[in-house]
């Protein structure tokens, strides 16, 4: 079984720049999270979708971030403008089934330096 | 809303000795609790998980964790581990009725020969 597949690995961008990330979860898995990772802590859910529906997006820096998940497979993370302060690991997970009993599985990760 | 604390950023032990990781949590409300494991250059993937039943849980690789609600505590523990558990453990908490999982900071073990 293939795993959360996510691209690019590595981006460096300058602040005010754009930048997208993208995530092709587990097959069958309703659910997808994103998740940003600051160096020397854990990771914080930015949004969660249930198949291509928001289920959650409270902590999500609506001013800059966007995210979609059209035809409820892949998905996209998209920051602009970029700030230093977003230099962070963003996590893509998926889960077969909604609700927080449900075992997420994790993608690698894509590492975001923005200068 | 819940939180998690990991008291030990980094904890070094040499082969074949036990470890325990320590996590605590903080909630109004009854929770579920999962252990993550991140080793090098891999992504997060889940060791053990407790959602009800017995408090003590175990992993397939020899680790366990205890629920103790008193002490708000879901402490991890393997009686000897190997050079291969040197990784990235992260402890999480979920109120049950609601789909936000807290992470702690993560504990870095290092297991030396």
């Known amino acids: 079984e293939a795993g959360v597949a996510q691209s690019p690995r590595y981006k460096i961008i300058e602040k005010r720049q754009s930048v997208a990330f993208w995530c092709n979860p587990i097959?069958?898995?309703?659910?997808l999270y994103w998740y940003q990772q600051i160096l020397g802590q854990g990771p914080k859910l930015l949004i969660q979708f249930q198949n291509n529906g928001v289920v959650d997006d409270s902590q999500l820096p609506k001013d800059r971030f966007s995210a979609e998940r059209l035809k409820g497979v892949d998905s996209t993370l998209k920051i602009q403008p970029a700030k230093l302060e977003d230099s962070a690991v963003y996590l893509c997970a998926s889960s077969l089934n909604y609700g927080t009993k449900e075992t997420q599985y994790f993608g690698p990760g894509t590492r975001l330096l923005v200068l | 809303a819940q939180s998690v604390t990991q008291l030990d950023s980094q904890v070094p032990v040499f082969e074949e000795a036990p470890v325990e990781l320590r996590c605590n949590y903080s909630?109004?409300?009854?929770?579920?609790l999962f252990w993550y494991v991140q080793y090098p250059n891999q992504g997060l993937q889940l060791l053990l998980k407790?959602?009800?039943?017995?408090?003590l849980v175990e992993s397939i690789n020899g680790f366990e964790a205890e629920f103790n609600k008193s002490q708000t505590s879901f402490h991890l523990r393997k009686p000897s581990v190997h050079i291969s558990d040197t990784a990235e453990y992260f402890c999480?908490?979920?109120?049950?009725?609601?789909?936000?999982?807290?992470f702690g900071a993560g504990t870095r073990l290092t297991v030396k020969p």
């Open positions: 097959s069958g898995h309703a659910t």
């Open positions: 407790y959602l009800s039943g017995s408090t």
């Open positions: 909630s109004s409300v009854s929770v579920y």
């Open positions: 999480a908490v979920s109120d049950r009725g609601n789909n936000d999982m807290r």
